[in-house]
């Protein structure tokens, strides 16, 4: 079965700017959750989705945010973007549950000048 | 934030197994031990998950102490190939959903 996409792959925004990015879980998954990883703060937890709502959030500003759609599908969005928000961002799918794996997506690389 | 650690980095030789141990000394009775691993620039690819129980399947063997204070991801036989930061993390749980808490990971050099 297709995995987790994410779409655009690559991305660059100037500062000021906001951004929306995609992600496509697999089919069936419920949960999707959205990571930043950066060189120097690594895999940062961003939120996670189930059923359209938001059920954790990690420590990130209110520039981020992000939305889940009825079919499982969900999109990030980063508002004022600052050149610190460069980074790749993933996003996971999973099933239901602590106890799923969750699946990665390539990831979209974002680099704001 | 990360409620696991582990070394920066490990070499191994091929064909050898691979040893990459983790600490979690604060887990909760409920929380599951996850670990991934990530190649250079692609997303991270889940191994093996446990909760108290040691576990094997076609990739690796988790072992986790009785306690479950650490545990072990065992490589039976290293490639080239499993050359990559390795994670070990917990499932957390939030308020009715849960979030990943990555740590830095072990980076494996594994090599000819």
């Known amino acids: 079965k297709a995995g987790v996409t994410q779409t655009p792959r690559y991305l660059i925004k100037t500062r000021g700017q906001q951004v929306t990015l995609s992600c496509s879980p697999i089919?069936?998954?419920?949960?999707v959750s959205w990571y930043q990883q950066t060189p120097g703060q690594g895999l940062q937890f961003l939120f996670e989705?189930?059923?359209?709502?938001?059920?954790n959030k990690g420590n990130f500003p209110g520039r981020f945010s992000g939305r889940q759609f009825s079919n499982s599908r969900s999109e990030m969005n980063v508002s004022t973007l600052e050149l610190g928000d460069s980074a790749l961002y993933l996003c996971?799918?999973?099933?239901?549950?602590?106890?799923?794996?969750?699946?990665f997506g390539q990831g979209t690389r974002l680099t704001v000048v | 934030d990360a409620k696991t650690t582990q070394p920066p980095s490990m070499d191994c030789a091929e064909g050898r197994a691979a040893n990459l141990p983790c600490n979690h000394s604060t887990i909760s009775g409920n929380e599951y031990v996850y670990w991934y691993r990530q190649i250079h620039s692609q997303g991270p690819q889940y191994i093996i998950h446990?909760?108290?129980n040691n576990e094997t399947n076609e990739m690796a063997s988790l072992i986790i102490t009785e306690d479950r204070k650490s545990s072990t991801l065992i490589l039976p036989h290293a490639t080239l190939r499993d050359t990559a930061v390795y994670y070990c993390?917990?499932?957390?749980?939030?308020?009715?959903?849960?979030?990943?808490?990555f740590g830095a990971g072990t980076r494996l050099f594994v090599k000819a």
């Open positions: 989705y189930f059923s359209e709502t938001q059920r």
């Open positions: 996971a799918s999973s099933f239901y549950g602590v106890d799923t794996e969750a699946f």
């Open positions: 446990g909760l108290k």
């Open positions: 089919s069936g998954h419920r949960s």
């Open positions: 993390i917990v499932r957390v749980d939030g308020t009715g959903g849960f979030k990943t808490i």
